[in-house]
């Protein structure tokens, strides 16, 4: 064993998240942040889910200014499935940044980092396969302002 | 925004962590098990350090049998840092696979999937790079029994 | 140091709960049960709120039966307050009163064990008192079905 | 239900931990400090166990200075049973008592605000009661320094 990897990294693209945010994001303190929705969906290749209420992200800001992603996601498809999904995450954001989005801009992953690691957890036998993949998503677009929402890209990590 | 990905997924190798088991695990019930170790190390291009308590592992079994990783790790380097790591991850073993391991055989990502998603936190300025990224760990080597240990190697997604 | 107590436990009451639930708990395996409420108050001497979205309760199940509350909370205050809320719990249940209360029966503390440790986290300065205690709620009363709700009755320890 | 309490809030000494910290707590940054013991005690009427590793507190640094308790403790009693604690907690403690603490001096709960509120999980069947109890803790003793340790009574809710 040395300081050179000796697995390889692949990937497998899972679904696209659209997450139309509820409200204006609700600000607890310095450290803590909180957004929800109840609405949006999850599509892919083997799934087509709704986002449905109880969907929330508890966003933390380190002393450095770097954030961390604290997501619990509620998704229902249409064959019935419950699918709980739990993720952490970091995004690095400028003050200049945030504040653009906040008047209305779309920032992508050409503009900020935004990067998550959800899993999931379902009884669905159709969905058997979520339950057993470590996940990352990458943000694909993120607007602030009237019709706000975060888009992003989820690939099973292999 | 259809169901193809927008975003590409990147990854850049940050370091491989090697983390002898401390003792047998404690399995609290059939949910629960706890692994735990203090020494072992983390190296790479950019860190040399030294796993330290507390460190452990806190792994749940769901219902369907895939495990999910609840672990926190500490992280000591040569140049004073203290770097808290906390992951979560998706482990697919099979019981023979488990029994094996028990007895002493070492099992690879060939044999089963073992991903984590960890994040880090510090304030020492050399690490700030460690703070901005959200990583994912790939299993290298798992071995049990006697002399046992689990080694991965820790991608930055980009 | 011997197995008695040095110290002695007093409590205050700081304010009740009552938090409508918002449609049929979402059952996603035998492990896990998603409750959440978007509307609901918090009433006390000193605090009168509304429960916002998100709140939610992903409530597991272990082996034995018992019922663990994982839940968060957010409370907007009538003079601008945003009150984070989070508690783990634990509940015993009979399968006969679940089922019961499924069918719209009330139950209270004098039927089932329902105490959960809730703290708080806020920065509006008319409430910082809430960050300072640990607190314990006990069931006051769940009713299930139609207008199902659980309301329970918070106490600051001390 | 108006806002006073329907309930009434019950009690029952449990048991008192006593844990040596390990060495100097290890500061990750403004915001998260870590603790770590691997011996130490909990005794009681019904119980009598070693604290073993993995122990550890993540304490956290809120905005206005309070301190949230987020902890994990391993114990194992003489008869084998494996009991996994996991608690939150609030800390208030001055800048000179922190201090005075770090010098060696014992503070106790007349002195701060140091309450938690563990949960317990454990398969034996003699501390199946644990599993059932939502327990608050109290500092009986807080020591810093050469020696040091903390100690709090355990009470279980009813």
Do not use: C
């Not at 994001?25 to 109840?38: A, E, N, R, Y």
């Not at 019935?80 to 209305?104: D, L």
């Amino acid at each position: 064993m040395s300081h050179t990897p000796s697995t390889r990294l692949e990937h497998e693209y899972l679904m696209t998240l659209h997450a139309p945010v509820a409200e204006a994001p609700q600000q607890v303190d310095g450290s803590l942040t909180i957004f929800h929705s109840d609405r949006g969906w999850a599509k892919g290749p083997r799934i087509d889910a709704a986002i449905v209420a109880p969907t929330g992200d508890w966003l933390r800001t380190l002393p450095d200014g770097t954030l961390r992603v604290d997501a619990r996601m509620t998704l229902r498809t249409g064959d019935g499935a419950v699918i709980h999904v739990v993720y952490g995450g970091v995004i690095r954001i400028s003050p200049q940044q945030f504040q653009a989005m906040g008047a209305g801009a779309m920032l992508t992953s050409d503009d900020i980092y935004f990067v998550t690691a959800p899993v999931f957890q379902t009884a669905h036998p159709d969905y058997a396969w979520l339950n057993q993949v470590q996940a990352v998503g990458k943000v694909a677009a993120l607007k602030g302002g009237e019709g706000g929402y975060v888009a992003y890209d989820i690939f099973g990590i292999r």
